[in-house]
């Protein structure tokens, strides 16, 4: 084998991240290494190689990381829902801590056949698992409080619910398909790790910052969103009254595309917890929940507008922008950048943007369901706020806002508010030092937000990490409180599929000494207990194909590389029954997905697409061989629309483009290409598209890694 690069110093030594990788690839050997071709090797199964060979079009496998399965472990939703008591929770999750205790045990003994660099490595990972497998069981000893119980148990019911809606929506309403809501089992161990940190405020866990690390895809929305309705039931449960409300959870995103995902996710577990709320006002206060969009005013509006209004910032008002959709829902935007109903899936008409208490002088833009059988129409609305003026009077439990937001707290008064500093309140919100209107005394400031949760936290690195990070002091002093002589701050967790260093960044950005990233890695990189590594012949892997063409420029390979697969998915789609199969399994590959980039490698691409692309596809199954006789290539008329995903299109395209995406392509309204973007590397979750084509290796590894993600997702297909 070719030995390494990096000889075995003290500088290596002190990366922590090189040294799981060095012990985890232990086994891993490069035979060749290819000079303006690329090059691979011939192995045996024993690591020996016999011949090297030089290839054109070199390809990869990346299997597929999957959740494990642990079985004698509760984990479906309900169940957990309608737990009895503290005995039960006990019988019901302890079976996760001992059996992962075993593993621990396990790889402990396997210590002693590893190099002697190896070792210490490995006893480090050891120790990092035992301290999660503590934690674990100290979130199910919480439950021996009644109150943290029965906020457990509703959560879950919420959480539930949301999952069925999901499910059905997924299904097209078949509700025999739907199955009852179940946790994988490392979502499950990371909202039970963190549980003492949320309950006790004084706890060392409040301070520590844990990192959910997982491959993209495999599911760290729904643990966060978990941990993140435990958090407000239990407020409502510990503060009855009006002072339950106000802000409890801050999500924040860096990218449009990736907030407009969540929201939609988030926005279902909102709409679940207020069904709950609505049933028990007595336990879950009067306040409502409530979920807030709280971005850039290209996104949303940041102020509600009036009839008549000449300023200069009229025109992006929530009036304006309102009007004009009711008047023509087709040719304008929606109000806020939501087109379906996150509870029914139904498409939002001109009537379910409503001014109230009057069109002409509104205070409020409300959202309502246009399907008359859901149960968020008619005059109960979505609990979804979309405009900053409503967002800093109602204070939502829940918001979702991107980091360049905090850049208003020295300039907006009103930006105190959702850190609880008001003063005042009536039936309308919540009230501070800059809104004199006369209201209820509270009594008090309400509690500042109590979970902070960093989604991607590798994209908060570099210059805009340091603008951050001078903004999270300012947002850890708002959110932090002295009570009884303990200095009580937010939990933060963060979440992310890609990161080097993970803890010097955290420590950089949010000034945390303590870092943990779940689930811990393993010795074997295919073995973390809670994660494993599914070979390719029981779960299709994603195949990378490189395409090496020296002598031509990088657009004639994307003219050839786009004809060629454009026509033989045409081929191969045809084979399989055409439009006529509603599960045509060659639907994943009719949808070419391309990534740049650059804007300007992008907008030549672009004029490729639509002009060489576009006509000589349509006359493709001329190239053929003729002996023997192939039939690889078929005739295809694509559409002459290329679909674009980046910083140029605006929020409301940038929606309607995801919903383009995940049609099948039997529907007149599906995709042929789209271009996109580092835009699309988070966020972009549609498990139908199966196609990439990358011009250009991306500038970081992680990036790679992230964009190509975006497709492949479908185990079945």
Same mark, same amino acid.
């Given at each position: 084998p070719?030995?390494?690069?990096?000889?075995?110093?003290?500088?290596?030594?002190? +990366?922590?991240?090189?040294?799981?990788?060095?012990?985890?690839?232990?086994?891993?050997? $490069?035979?060749?290494?290819?000079?303006?071709?690329?090059?691979?090797?011939?192995?045996?199964?024993?690591?020996?190689?016999?011949?090297?060979?030089?290839?054109?079009?070199?390809?990869?496998?990346?299997?597929?990381?999957?959740?494990?399965?642990?079985?004698?472990?509760?984990?479906?939703?309900?169940?957990?829902?309608?737990?009895?008591?503290?005995?039960?929770?006990?019988?019901?999750?302890?079976?996760?801590?001992?059996?992962?205790?075993?593993?621990?045990s396990?790889?402990?003994?396997?210590?002693?056949? *590893?190099?002697?660099?190896?070792?210490q490595?490995?006893?480090?990972? @050891?120790?990092?698992?035992?301290?999660?497998?503590?934690? %674990?069981?100290?979130?199910i000893d919480?439950?021996?409080?009644?109150?943290?119980?029965?906020?457990?148990?509703?959560?879950?019911?919420?959480?539930?619910?949301?999952?069925?809606?999901?499910?059905?929506?997924?299904?097209?309403?078949?509700?025999?398909?739907?199955?009852?809501?179940?946790?994988?089992?490392?979502?499950?161990?990371? &909202?039970?790790?963190? *549980?003492?940190? %949320?309950?006790?405020?004084?706890?060392?866990?409040?301070?520590?910052?844990?990192?959910?690390?997982?491959?993209?895809?495999?599911?760290?929305?729904?643990?966060?969103l978990?941990?993140?309705?435990?958090?407000?039931?239990?407020?409502?449960?510990?503060h009855?009254? &009006?002072?339950?409300?106000?802000?409890?959870?801050?999500?924040?995103?860096?990218?449009?595309?990736?907030?407009?995902?969540?929201?939609?996710?988030?926005?279902?577990?909102?709409?679940?917890?207020?069904?709950?709320?609505?049933?028990?006002?007595?336990?879950?206060? +009067?306040?409502?929940?409530?979920?807030?969009?709280?971005?850039?005013?290209?996104? =949303?509006?940041?102020?509600?507008?009036?009839?008549?209004d000449?300023?200069?910032?009229?025109?992006?008002?929530?009036?304006?922008? =309102?009007?004009?959709?009711?008047?023509?829902?087709?040719?304008?935007?929606?109000?806020?950048?939501?087109?379906?109903?996150?509870?029914?899936?139904?498409?939002f008409?001109?009537?379910?943007?409503?001014?109230?208490?009057?069109?002409?002088?509104?205070?409020?833009?409300?959202?309502?369901?246009?399907?008359?059988?859901?149960?968020?129409?008619?005059?109960?609305? #979505?609990?979804? *706020?979309?405009?900053d003026? /409503?967002?800093?009077?109602? !204070?939502?439990?829940?918001?979702?806002?991107?980091?360049?937001?905090?850049?208003?707290?020295?300039?907006?008064?009103? =930006?105190?508010? /959702?850190?609880?500093?008001?003063?005042?309140?009536?039936?309308?919100?919540f009230?501070?030092?800059?809104?004199?209107?006369?209201?209820?005394?509270?009594?008090?400031? @309400? /509690?500042?937000? $109590?979970?902070?949760?960093?989604? +991607?936290?590798?994209?908060?690195?570099?210059?805009?990490?340091?603008?951050?990070g001078?903004?999270?002091?300012?947002?850890?002093?708002?959110?932090?409180?002295?009570?009884?002589?303990?200095? !009580?701050?937010?939990?933060?967790?963060?979440?992310?599929?890609?990161v080097?260093?993970?803890?010097?960044?955290?420590?950089? !950005?949010?000034?945390?000494?303590?870092?943990?990233?779940?689930?811990?890695?393993?010795?074997?990189?295919?073995?973390?207990?809670?994660? &494993?590594?599914?070979?390719?012949?029981?779960?299709?892997?994603?195949?990378?194909?490189?395409?090496?063409?020296?002598?031509?420029?990088?657009?004639?390979?994307? @003219?050839?590389?786009?004809?060629?697969?454009?026509?033989?998915?045409?081929?191969?789609?045809?084979?399989?029954?055409?439009?006529?199969?509603k599960?045509?399994?060659?639907?994943?590959?009719?949808?070419?997905?391309?990534?740049?980039?650059?804007?300007?490698?992008?907008?030549?691409?672009?004029?490729?697409?639509?002009?060489?692309v576009?006509?000589?596809?349509?006359?493709?199954?001329?190239?053929?061989?003729?002996?023997?006789?192939?039939? #690889?290539?078929?005739?295809?008329?694509?559409?002459?629309?290329?679909?674009?995903?980046?910083?140029?299109?605006?929020?409301?395209?940038?929606?309607s483009?995801?919903?383009?995406?995940?049609?099948?392509?039997?529907?007149?309204?599906?995709?042929?290409?789209? *271009?996109?973007?580092?835009?699309?590397?988070?966020? !972009?979750?549609? &498990?139908?598209?199966?196609?990439?084509?990358?011009?250009?290796? /991306?500038? =970081?590894?992680?990036?790679?890694?992230?964009?190509?993600?975006?497709?492949g997702?479908?185990?079945?297909?």
């Amino acid at each position: 084998p070719r030995s390494t690069l990096f000889p075995y110093t003290t500088l290596f030594r002190s +990366e922590w991240d090189e040294q799981v990788a060095d012990l985890q690839y232990r086994d891993v050997f $490069e035979y060749a290494v290819g000079h303006g071709v690329s090059a691979t090797g011939d192995c045996t199964t024993s690591n020996h190689c016999y011949e090297v060979q030089t290839t054109w079009i070199p390809t990869a496998e990346v299997e597929k990381v999957s959740p494990a399965s642990i079985p004698e472990v509760e984990l479906t939703m309900e169940v957990l829902g309608a737990l009895g008591n503290a005995a039960e929770a006990q019988a019901k999750l302890s079976p996760l801590v001992s059996q992962y205790r075993a593993w621990i045990s396990a790889q402990q003994v396997k210590l002693s056949v *590893l190099a002697v660099r190896h070792q210490q490595t490995a006893q480090a990972m @050891l120790q990092n698992a035992t301290y999660a497998s503590n934690r %674990i069981p100290a979130g199910i000893d919480a439950l021996a409080d009644p109150q943290v119980l029965d906020a457990f148990r509703i959560a879950h019911r919420a959480i539930a619910a949301a999952g069925r809606q999901r499910q059905l929506l997924r299904y097209h309403g078949h509700a025999s398909k739907v199955q009852p809501p179940k946790w994988y089992p490392f979502q499950l161990a990371y &909202i039970l790790m963190n *549980l003492r940190g %949320i309950v006790d405020p004084t706890h060392l866990d409040r301070s520590t910052v844990d990192l959910l690390f997982f491959p993209t895809g495999g599911g760290k929305t729904e643990a966060y969103l978990g941990l993140a309705a435990f958090t407000m039931v239990l407020r409502r449960l510990r503060h009855p009254g &009006i002072r339950s409300a106000g802000v409890c959870v801050l999500m924040r995103y860096t990218l449009r595309l990736l907030t407009l995902d969540q929201l939609s996710r988030a926005s279902a577990l909102i709409c679940a917890l207020e069904l709950e709320r609505d049933q028990d006002k007595g336990k879950l206060g +009067e306040w409502p929940f409530e979920i807030g969009l709280w971005v850039g005013s290209a996104a =949303t509006p940041n102020r509600m507008g009036r009839r008549g209004d000449t300023s200069a910032s009229a025109e992006y008002s929530a009036y304006t922008k =309102t009007m004009r959709f009711q008047r023509d829902s087709r040719a304008n935007p929606s109000p806020i950048p939501i087109e379906n109903c996150p509870w029914c899936g139904e498409k939002f008409d001109r009537n379910s943007f409503r001014l109230i208490p009057s069109v002409n002088q509104p205070t409020d833009l409300r959202v309502h369901c246009a399907n008359s059988k859901c149960v968020f129409s008619g005059d109960r609305p #979505l609990p979804i *706020l979309g405009v900053d003026e /409503p967002i800093y009077r109602r !204070l939502p439990a829940f918001i979702i806002a991107t980091v360049d937001k905090f850049a208003a707290l020295p300039w907006t008064g009103e =930006t105190g508010t /959702p850190f609880g500093l008001v003063d005042r309140h009536d039936q309308e919100g919540f009230y501070g030092p800059c809104n004199q209107k006369n209201a209820k005394p509270l009594g008090g400031p @309400l /509690p500042p937000p $109590e979970l902070v949760i960093q989604d +991607e936290l590798h994209l908060i690195s570099g210059p805009l990490g340091t603008i951050a990070g001078v903004y999270e002091t300012a947002i850890d002093t708002l959110s932090s409180r002295t009570n009884d002589g303990h200095f !009580l701050r937010a939990k933060i967790i963060a979440s992310t599929a890609t990161v080097r260093r993970a803890d010097k960044q955290i420590r950089a !950005l949010f000034e945390r000494q303590e870092v943990a990233v779940f689930p811990p890695p393993g010795q074997d990189r295919r073995d973390s207990f809670f994660a &494993i590594t599914q070979p390719a012949n029981e779960i299709p892997a994603r195949l990378y194909v490189g395409v090496a063409a020296q002598g031509r420029s990088l657009k004639v390979v994307l @003219l050839r590389a786009g004809l060629a697969i454009l026509s033989a998915g045409q081929t191969i789609h045809q084979r399989e029954g055409g439009k006529a199969n509603k599960q045509n399994p060659a639907d994943p590959y009719m949808t070419l997905l391309g990534y740049f980039n650059s804007l300007r490698e992008l907008g030549g691409s672009r004029r490729i697409v639509e002009d060489e692309v576009r006509t000589r596809v349509q006359q493709y199954s001329r190239r053929r061989r003729r002996d023997p006789l192939d039939t #690889l290539f078929t005739d295809r008329t694509i559409s002459y629309e290329v679909l674009e995903l980046t910083s140029r299109v605006s929020t409301s395209d940038v929606a309607s483009a995801k919903r383009r995406l995940a049609q099948p392509f039997h529907e007149d309204d599906r995709v042929d290409v789209a *271009l996109a973007t580092n835009m699309i590397s988070v966020g !972009l979750d549609i &498990i139908r598209l199966g196609l990439m084509a990358v011009l250009g290796q /991306p500038k =970081t590894s992680a990036e790679y890694i992230q964009a190509t993600s975006r497709v492949g997702r479908d185990a079945n297909r």
